[in-house]
């Protein structure tokens, strides 16, 4: 049974900073792994997706890695900002036709000013 | 990218009524889903909403509880029926075509049962 695994479940960091948030899961047969930014009581953003055969991808100041023999992935936020406060998943989507993706528990994360 | 309108945004509801959510989708799409986000956790897959057929439900989560209607390739409802104040959470609705392609989420729906 898949298993998706973040830590830290909370950060607290000053504005500037770079940090790192990590993702395992426990089987590697996945498709993909997608990252998502959660607001307070609002729905999911797609922040990035990297597909099973890549090692990364990068958006403006985000930058995700995937080792999937391993079982890792880590998001890599640079010059983190007050507003990138929020609650960031990482789900992982299983070989199969099902489509569900299999979520990680989050990382709360707050930039103070 | 799929633009995902999910209705209401928000409800209170009293307990032992029923409230029913509706996903809309500017897009075709081959796969809708429906999740759970209880307060403080993760998202839990509810079902498949699989189109002119009956939903695939997850262990744990029932058609009488969560029935769920599919009648096209871009609507989806899904019903909380026989409400208790367990059920207060967030429900999402997500789409997707399957594969490694990536999968989009609606705003959510935020229900608190009193």
């Given at each position: 049974k898949q298993e998706v695994t973040q830590i830290p479940a909370a950060l607290s960091v000053p504005e500037g900073e770079n940090l790192v948030l990590n993702c395992s899961f426990t089987?590697?047969?996945?498709y993909n792994l997608q990252w998502f930014r959660q607001d307070p009581g609002k729905g999911l953003t797609s922040l990035l997706l990297i597909q099973s055969s890549q090692r990364e991808q990068t958006s403006g100041r985000l930058n995700a890695s995937l080792d999937k023999s391993s079982g890792r992935s880590t998001l890599y936020i640079a010059a983190?900002?007050?507003?990138?406060?929020a609650t960031y998943l990482c789900a992982v989507r299983p070989v199969g036709n099902t489509g569900k993706l299999i979520f990680g528990q989050g990382t709360t994360l707050q930039v103070k000013p | 990218s799929a633009v995902i309108s999910q209705k209401p945004s928000r409800d209170i509801c009293q307990r032992g009524t029923s409230l029913t959510i509706q996903c809309q989708v500017d897009s075709q799409v081959t796969m809708m889903f429906w999740y759970r986000q209880q307060p403080g956790q993760s998202l839990t897959l509810i079902a498949t909403a699989n189109q002119g057929s009956e939903a695939t439900y997850e262990s744990g989560f029932v058609i009488d509880k969560f029935p769920i209607s599919r009648p096209n390739l871009t609507f989806s409802t899904l019903t909380v029926s026989n409400?208790?104040?367990?059920?207060?959470s967030i429900y999402l609705c997500s789409v997707g075509q399957g594969g490694n392609t990536e999968a989009f989420f609606g705003q959510g729906t935020r229900l608190t049962v009193v």
């Open positions: 089987d590697s047969a996945i983190s900002q007050p507003g990138d406060s | 409400m208790s104040p367990e059920d207060s």
